[in-house]
């Protein structure tokens, strides 16, 4: 069957301008409107997002870590804050405004904060003191270790891990 092209009807004669239309256009691209050209290389979008970065962020190290040696990153001096959950250290740095000194889980900054994430605590009494043994959690619900696991996944997929706990003579 032979193919015919039948330009008699609207719809076909309309299609066929607009196939026409749309091939110049790729083939024949219109020439860029210099005016709008800019003649440097951005350097600012917005008065906000810089092309480059200012400073590099600050390099982590994986380290081990103790309570005594933990406690001084608490976030008081606008240095970096971390906080331990079952023996891993998060650097929370990013979250200042969760952990540092004036937010609802500051009193976790440079602290184990295992037994506190676990019982869904913010008291000072969930917090060991620096210098004695670190909380073994024996005595946590089985949902209780469930809850301080979620904080580990949680916290892992959105904070750094950049050490260990272990106890203060163990270093």
């Known amino acids: 069957m032979p193919l015919s092209?039948?330009?008699?009807?609207?719809?076909?004669?309309?299609?066929?301008i607009y196939i026409l239309y749309s091939v110049q256009k790729i083939i024949f691209p219109p020439?860029?409107?210099?005016?709008t050209v800019p003649r440097t290389v951005p350097t600012e979008f917005?008065?906000?997002?810089?092309?480059m970065p200012k400073s590099h962020p600050p390099t982590v190290?994986?380290?081990?870590?103790?309570p005594r040696t933990l406690e001084p990153f608490n976030g008081l001096d606008g240095g970096r804050i971390l906080l331990?959950?079952?023996?891993?250290?998060f650097d929370v740095t990013?979250?200042?405004?969760?952990?540092?000194?004036?937010?609802?889980?500051?009193?976790?900054?440079?602290r184990d904060a295992s037994r506190g994430m676990a019982k869904q605590s913010f008291d000072v009494e969930m917090l060991t003191p620096v210098d004695q043994p670190l909380d073994k959690l024996e005595d946590l619900k089985p949902d209780e270790i469930e809850n301080m696991k979620g904080w580990i996944d949680h916290f892992s997929n959105k904070y750094i891990i950049c050490g260990?706990?272990?106890?203060?003579?163990?270093?």
Not at 5 to 13: E, Q, S
Not at 31 to 35: H, T
Not at 46 to 51: A, D, E, V
Not at 164 to 171: H, P, S
């Open 5 to 16: 092209l039948d330009l008699g009807t609207p719809v076909n004669t309309a299609l066929l």
């Open 31 to 35: 020439a860029p409107d210099l005016s």
């Open 46 to 51: 917005k008065h906000g997002y810089s092309w």
């Open 61 to 66: 190290l994986f380290r081990t870590y103790t």
């Open 84 to 89: 331990a959950i079952n023996g891993v250290v």
């Open 94 to 110: 990013a979250g200042r405004n969760f952990y540092g000194p004036d937010g609802m889980y500051g009193n976790f900054a440079g």
């Open 164 to 171: 260990k706990l272990v106890e203060n003579d163990a270093v």
